[in-house]
Nanobody, 118 residues
Framework: QVQLVESGGGLVEPGGSLRLSCAASGIRFTIFTVGWYRQAPGKQRELVAAQSTGGSTNYADSVKGRFTISRDNAKNTVYLQMNSLQPEDTAVYYC????????????WGQGTQVTVSS
């Protein structure tokens, strides 16, 4: 059974930092592209950051320079370091693991709430 379990969300003041973690099980983690998405109330889910199996990364323009995605293949875990958080970063953050193929395999975590407020 595939599981992605996120942790690390919470309430933080503007300008603060959080680190999200996502532990994967039941998949061959090293062959999956991993990513973080977020969904704010009334908005569509959007890509925040992703990292390929080769280590290349891409980020949403709104988080470039503030967020960093990384993966530890030995621990089957992906991280999202979030610095200089702003109220507009408030959302539920979801971990994703994707293997493009026929068919494409797409797995999601349950989500973790991040609230940025003073």
């Amino acid at each position: 059974q595939v599981q992605l379990v996120e942790s690390g969300g919470g309430l933080v003041e503007p300008g603060g930092s959080l680190r999200l973690s996502c532990a994967a099980s039941g998949i061959r983690f090293t062959i999956f592209t991993v990513g973080w998405y977020r969904q704010a109330p009334g908005k569509q889910r959007e890509l925040v950051a992703a990292q390929s199996t080769g280590g290349s990364t891409n980020y949403a323009d709104s988080v470039k320079g503030r967020f960093t995605i990384s993966r530890d293949n030995a621990k089957n875990t992906v991280y999202l370091q979030m610095n200089s958080l702003q109220p507009e970063d408030t959302a539920v953050y979801y971990c994703n693991a994707r293997l493009v193929g026929l068919p494409t395999r797409d797995y999601w975590g349950q989500g973790t709430q991040v609230t940025v407020s003073s």
